[in-house]
């Protein structure tokens, strides 16, 4: 069965710390893996993408890493401020159809001072 | 601006009576979806549309119906509301695979 699982559910660090967000998946055959980030009350907005040949990608304080051998993605968020409180949703799209997008059920993280 | 609107974006209604949940992009994408967002299972997917005329069923569709007589404009439709329908909706629409959400609409059904 196709599925995306996140780890942790939630999460809870000080402001200035480090942290990292896993999400394994078993979709095949795999097209890309995206990272969402979702602000209390908004929709869901892009971060970053990773296809099969990525291993790294870094958009500002946001690291993503995938090893499609393990079907494992992580994202790293340094320094981390307040205005990163939000739910982190992991998307895996299916290469065989284009509709099919799996959706994890997200890590919500909240960034304390 | 590039953008999704739905409205209404708060709502509450009781069961049975008809509601519409409207939603517009101003990007001129052909693939639009709606989702539904409840605590702990994260976004399912309602229904999505290729393009204009042209919808299919999602993961949860018992319940709603879709329209697509324009590119722009995805209506989403409850004919007779019931509570197990209460839960957070987006509309999406999608370019080489990203989806733009709007900015969701809650809806409680009593």
């Known amino acids: 069965k196709n599925q995306v699982e996140q780890s942790p559910q939630s999460l809870i660090i000080l402001e200035g710390k480090n942290c990292t967000l896993q999400c394994n998946y078993t979709v095949s055959p795999f097209s890309n893996l995206r990272w969402y980030k979702q602000d209390t009350g908004r929709g869901p907005v892009s971060l970053t993408i990773?296809?099969?040949?990525?291993n790294t990608k870094s958009n500002r304080r946001y690291t993503a890493t995938l090893d499609a051998d393990t079907k494992q993605s992580s994202l790293h968020i340094t320094a981390s401020q307040l205005s990163d409180s939000a739910s982190y949703i992991c998307v895996v799209k299916f290469s065989g159809g284009y509709n099919k997008l799996i959706f994890g059920a997200g890590t919500r993280l909240a960034v304390h001072p | 601006e590039a953008q999704v609107t739905q409205n209404p974006r708060y709502l509450i209604t009781v069961t049975g009576k008809k509601l519409t949940v409207t939603c517009s992009q101003n990007?001129?994408?052909?693939?639009m979806s709606w989702y539904r967002q409840d605590p702990g299972l994260g976004l399912r997917q309602i229904y999505y549309?290729?393009?204009?005329?042209?919808?299919d069923k999602g993961d949860v569709p018992e319940g709603y119906k879709v329209s697509r007589k324009e590119k722009r404009n995805f209506p989403l439709i409850l004919e007779s509301p019931s509570p197990n329908q209460t839960s957070l909706y987006f509309c999406?629409?999608?370019?080489?695979?990203?989806?733009?959400f709007g900015e969701g609409s809650r809806l409680t059904v009593l």
């Open positions: 549309s290729m393009n204009v005329e042209v919808t």
């Open positions: 990773m296809t099969f040949s990525e």
């Open positions: 999406a629409s999608r370019d080489l695979g990203e989806l733009f």
């Open positions: 990007m001129n994408h052909e693939y």
